[in-house]
């Protein structure tokens, strides 16, 4: 599976961004296989997981974002959006989609997010 990320960029404390990650060259039945996250990587930090979500629509969020990311997937445009809302400046970080199927794991390139306070 082949990823592609976009979406991020500079916003103001309070706002909001939504990323999208997509597999346009990946076949409707491998899509479904895949659990599909994104995770981020702040400057001098370790990468950590934000959110997930399974082809059933079952998700998985970092506690320091819930209530304010909502991660959803639309398995027909093999696609799988982050909405982020309530942005903080902590949140700042490049963001990396994932696509994850048992033991076998491809990362997407990342995609910059800027949060001034």
């Known amino acids: 599976v082949q990823l592609q990320a976009s979406g991020g960029g500079l916003v103001q404390a309070g706002g909001s961004l939504r990323l999208s990650c997509a597999a346009p060259?990946?076949?409707?039945?491998?899509?479904?296989?895949?659990?599909v996250g994104w995770y981020r990587q702040a400057p001098g930090k370790q990468r950590e997981l934000v959110a997930t979500?399974?082809?059933?629509?079952?998700?998985n969020y970092a506690d320091s974002v819930k209530d304010r990311f909502t991660i959803s997937r639309d398995n027909s445009r093999k696609t799988v959006r982050l909405q982020m809302n309530s942005l903080k400046p902590d949140d700042t970080a490049v963001y990396y989609c994932n696509a994850k199927q048992g033991i076998s794991a491809t990362w997407g390139p990342g995609t910059l997010v800027t949060v001034s306070s």
């Open positions: 979500i399974t082809a059933s629509g079952t998700t």
């Open positions: 060259r990946t076949i409707f039945s491998v899509f479904i296989g895949y659990v």
